[in-house]
């Protein structure tokens, strides 16, 4: 994470910065951007509480481990090492291998959460940005960090919401839905 940004002007980020730093900080805005997105977009038309979600946060962020790992696997791992002799030989740049991946991470997540164009749009560019960070730090550790975040408050929703996924949520009194979590 001590490796040096570099060509990311357009997002405020100068070359030399430590991707380490960028973490907390374009990541931290990553995150809370998605929190408000998810949150417009599933729990308030659902009337969701916050107090539904901290029950909700340790199986979110198992799902969120494996998911994101899963994802960086196929989406920047595999995508990179089946290209880089395309890279290597200079028929293709990491730019180009950034925006692929941006696409193939982003078109799916159409009908996911967040989803519709702006979901695309969101993960696209986080697809471009997990993508360079692998590039620039030569691992998936920047890539696989935002992408664990992300999925913990977008999972943590989620769950949240369903009543069958989290037994928490269901009275053990009575087996009905607890009112105090869902409106």
Do not use: Y
């Amino acid at each position: 994470l001590s490796a040096e940004t570099s060509g990311l002007g357009w997002l405020g980020v100068g070359d030399g910065e430590a991707w380490g730093r960028l973490l907390i900080t374009l990541g931290g805005m990553i995150t809370l951007i998605t929190a408000a997105v998810v949150w417009m977009q599933l729990a308030r038309p659902a009337g969701l509480r916050l107090r539904a979600l901290p029950r909700a946060l340790p199986l979110a962020l198992v799902f969120a481990v494996i998911n994101a790992t899963a994802e960086e696997l196929i989406f920047r791992v595999a995508l990179i090492t089946s290209l880089d002799p395309m890279v290597g030989d200079g028929h293709i740049g990491a730019a180009a291998v950034a925006l692929i991946s941006a696409a193939l991470f982003g078109l799916p997540h159409f009908a996911g959460s967040p989803g519709g164009p702006v979901g695309v749009l969101m993960s696209g560019f986080l697809g471009w940005l997990a993508c360079t960070s692998v590039f620039q730090t030569g691992g998936i550790v920047w890539a696989w960090s935002l992408h664990v975040a992300l999925d913990v408050v977008i999972f943590t929703i989620m769950i949240a919401l369903s009543r069958t996924v989290v037994p928490t949520l269901v009275r053990e009194s009575d087996g009905q839905p607890d009112s105090s979590a869902v409106s």
